[in-house]
């Protein structure tokens, strides 16, 4: 083993300086890549009704309540899966036990008040039993706390799977109680993404799911790292031994060379060479086996990166992809870095081949951009599960 002199040292540190910042920052490129800008809201609605002209004490319509967001994508990301969920308080008055069934609806509008989805639900009003009014009045402390199940609360689940169009961006949402005896106190609508296990981790897990990434990261570059060291430690001392081994090959022979043959291993040399090599620092040939496997990892790293950024854009018409892939800069420039590493790793495969026309296997790195293009909208988690 070679010492390490300063310049060495100085580059050893430098890389690991740069594997620390690629570490300490792609959590956080991947968290922005990843997570929807709107993921989990809870707004109140001031539900009203309108009285009756000829009798002011009377309801004539439907309790409803209008929450409108001119900013687009304020309350919802596009192209992903929303849970809505209608929270009622009912006063405590005897009409609000008596209401029986009840229909509720929430419109969605987009702009010139075109209805971009509609979605209903049927509820009622739970009556608590004798039982569970005893342990009230006997329990009150934990009943006052919130041990105890509110009757005069409904949680309603309207829709699991709201999915917002780029090209339709909603702007208002509406939500009608079509009982208008239903008394309502206080109304909450809660407007939560829909999330996968990676994007659950990223969310709720924050600072787990960027040390585990970090980590990952940093280990991965300390490999790397290791492995360019072995590799040119075994490049060293592969080079002395070839420059002794042809000396002494010169030697005994006894022959006048020029300098241009001087440069030539003798004919037989070089076998002789690697096998006294591979006898004489056998560990260094483990650092070559790391070093030479860099173009599967690139390979298959380029394939995943590929995958992922397609992915990201979830459900979306083949013709509406493409236009969107073809005048984004962001995605110009993602897919150019996939498609050279994808081109680098299928380059360092086929050059040790000594087979003809070889470089005619670069035609396949597109390949899997237009399979995966052609074949995302099979694949997408929310059209598997609604076939499902």
């Given amino acids: 083993m070679r010492p390490f002199g300063k310049e060495c040292l100085l580059s050893i540190l430098f890389e690991l300086c740069v594997v620390l910042f690629i570490a300490a920052v792609t959590p956080l490129l991947i968290r922005y890549a990843l997570l929807p800008t709107s993921v989990h809201h809870q707004y109140p609605l001031n539900v009203v009704f309108h009285t009756c002209d000829h009798d002011l004490h009377s309801v004539c319509s439907f309790p409803a309540a209008t929450l409108e967001y001119e900013k687009v994508n304020s309350l919802f990301s596009p192209n992903v899966a929303y849970y809505l969920n209608v929270r009622l308080k009912f006063a405590d008055i005897s009409n609000s036990k008596q209401l029986g069934l009840f229909q509720n609806v929430i419109t969605i509008t987009g702009e010139n008040e075109r209805i971009l989805k509609q979605y209903t639900k049927t509820a009622y009003v739970k009556e608590p039993g004798l039982i569970t009014k005893a342990s009230q009045v006997f329990l009150f402390p934990l009943y006052f706390l919130g041990f105890f199940y509110d009757y005069s609360t409904l949680a309603i689940p309207m829709s699991a799977d709201y999915l917002e169009k ?211 909208p099979f694949s997408n988690p929310t059209t598997t599960m609604r076939l499902s």
């Fill in 166 to 376: 780029v090209d339709s961006p909603s702007t208002k949402l509406v939500f009608t109680v079509q009982d208008k005896f239903a008394n309502i106190e206080e109304a909450e609508l809660i407007v939560t993404a829909r999330f996968g296990l990676i994007r659950h981790l990223l969310y709720y897990w924050p600072t787990t799911s960027y040390t585990a990434i970090s980590l990952s990261f940093f280990a991965f570059g300390v490999f790397l790292i290791v492995a360019k060291l072995g590799y040119q430690e075994y490049s060293a001392r592969a080079k002395s031994l070839i420059e002794r081994d042809r000396l002494q090959i010169t030697k005994s022979k006894g022959e006048k060379k020029t300098e241009k043959d001087e440069l030539v291993p003798a004919k037989g040399a070089t076998e002789e060479i690697k096998r006294d090599v591979k006898k004489e620092i056998p560990d260094a040939s483990e650092s070559g086996v790391i070093f030479y496997s860099f173009p599967y990892i690139l390979l298959i790293g380029s394939l995943w990166a590929m995958c992922l950024h397609l992915a990201l854009e979830g459900k979306r018409p083949l013709k509406e992809m493409i236009v969107r892939l073809v005048t984004s800069p962001t995605h110009w420039v993602f897919l150019s870095i996939t498609m050279l590493m994808l081109s680098f790793g299928v380059i360092a495969l086929i050059t040790p081949l000594e087979i003809a026309y070889r470089w005619t296997l670069l035609c396949v790195v597109p390949v899997p951009f237009i399979f995966y293009l052609l074949t995302i």
